[in-house]
């Protein structure tokens, strides 16, 4: 890069609000995460809206500040005790390629033992050597290990040999997914149009990937309408519904209606989606989203698909989106993995099928039922799958095509972080087979 295209530095009253913010913020961040269990991507949401004299800049770099420091928690804080603008700066330097300005203004602040450098390019296992090496003097460290970096009994929750790649996977940023809802070829005219690379996927031809952390809001204002942000892995569960044109379905945990939205753009606008969920903040903003992408025929209700009894009509399909663990979203939302325990799996696990079994009334005979949880735990997975089929015989698990891959499966499939790459997703249909 020559002079002309480098990027000029940041002024010096930016770099050190950015490292004041920062100091303000993140102890309260992380008590509030660590100690009260809230999602990082909430709080900071509510600061950024309470402050809107943020710019985009001071946007970008506390993001990325904090998920980086939560990235590599159980490292930075957890086993080498850091105060907490050293762990965020070294965790930016895991993650980066170069270090911004405002980075290395924070440098001048912090007391680290050596000079940061930035290791983004480095594989996980040279990442923890060199960290190994630099701190090896340090009273009282123990040796850093792969481990360290998600909770304990994490390796008896999955398959063991997914342990190793899975954490390798949960160490990097992942892209940002779109779904076309036109050609996809216009979509990434429009992003090459302002310099930002993007890959559409080789069988998910409406998917395409692009770098995380840039506002497409922004660059793609001219087609709001034409695509929606939504993981590969998610975007493979409506693949997975294959819902026909015409049909009737109830989508019973619809959260704010990616999927909803994704079903009746499959049966293009030709038939009907009731979609439920007990927050109903989440479904006014599916309306709101519904609106905007021109969709009229997705009727919402408030419903609690555990409690509530279910609905004596039928449809062709129901779509089981569970509240699960969210081990899958650990790439994307890296401050999950510190507030999550085994009860918490044991009892969605619990709830899972509980839901399962009260949507199952509501399902025609020959109709669908898709079970999709973003996680790979055991408990909710395939331990799910088997206990509804025990209580359940009316029903049958039902091959499809993996959508990544177009080979077929006996009517389970487990998304791994790298098959996107991005979420981890565990998708199963059934179908009725009995009144």
């Not at 602040?109 to 930035?118: H, S």
């Not at 979509?187 to 998917?207: D, F, R």
């Not at 770098?211 to 497409?216: E, F, H, M, P, Q």
């Amino acid at each position: 890069m020559d002079d002309e295209t480098k990027p000029k530095p940041l002024p010096e009253k930016v770099v050190r609000r950015h490292a004041d913010m920062l100091g303000e913020l993140l102890p309260e961040i992380t008590r509030l995460v660590i100690e009260e269990g809230r999602p990082a991507d909430g709080l900071l949401s509510r600061h950024l809206r309470e402050h809107k004299e943020l710019g985009s800049r001071d946007r970008r770099f506390l993001s990325q500040a904090i998920f980086s420091y939560f990235r590599w928690y159980g490292w930075t804080v957890s086993k080498l005790k850091l105060p907490a603008a050293e762990a965020c700066l070294l965790g930016a330097a895991l993650d980066c390629t170069e270090m911004g300005d405002s980075f290395n203004y924070l440098e001048g602040r912090c007391a680290l033992p050596f000079p940061i450098k930035p290791l983004g390019d480095k594989p996980l296992s040279e990442k923890v050597a060199i960290l190994n090496r630099r701190f090896e003097k340090t009273p009282g460290i123990q040796p850093l290990n792969l481990s360290d970096l998600v909770p304990p009994g994490f390796e008896n929750m999955i398959d063991p040999e997914k342990a190793l790649p899975s954490i390798e996977q949960f160490q990097k940023r992942p892209p940002t997914w779109l779904r076309s809802r036109t050609d996809p070829a216009q979509i990434a005219q429009a992003l090459a149009e302002h310099n930002v690379p993007c890959s559409i996927h080789g069988t998910l031809s409406a998917a395409l990937s692009v770098t995380g952390g840039i506002s497409l809001p922004n660059i793609l204002s001219a087609h709001a309408g034409q695509f929606v942000v939504q993981d590969a892995a998610s975007q493979c569960v409506g693949h997975v519904c294959a819902p026909q044109k015409g049909a009737d379905w109830w989508d019973c945990c619809a959260g704010a209606g990616g999927k909803s939205l994704h079903l009746m753009d499959l049966m293009q606008q030709d038939g009907k989606v009731l979609a439920t969920d007990i927050r109903v903040p989440t479904l006014k903003e599916l309306k709101k989203r519904a609106r905007k992408y021109g969709i009229r025929h997705i009727r919402t209700q408030p419903h609690n698909a555990v409690y509530d009894e279910p609905f004596k009509k039928t449809f062709d399909g129901v779509l089981v989106d569970a509240p699960c663990s969210g081990w899958g979203t650990w790439p994307r939302n890296p401050d999950a993995r510190w507030r999550s325990s085994k009860r918490d799996i044991a009892q969605c696990a619990n709830r899972q099928v509980k839901i399962l079994n009260n949507a199952a009334w509501c399902v025609k005979p020959g109709g669908t039922l898709v079970y999709a949880a973003c996680t790979f735990t055991r408990p909710e997975t395939e331990e799910v799958v088997m206990h509804f089929l025990d209580q359940n015989p009316g029903f049958k698990l039902d091959p499809f095509t993996n959508p990544l891959t177009g080979g077929q499966t006996k009517g389970q499939l487990q998304i791994w972080p790298w098959d996107g790459p991005g979420d981890a997703m565990f998708i199963a249909r059934f179908v009725r087979t009995t009144e």
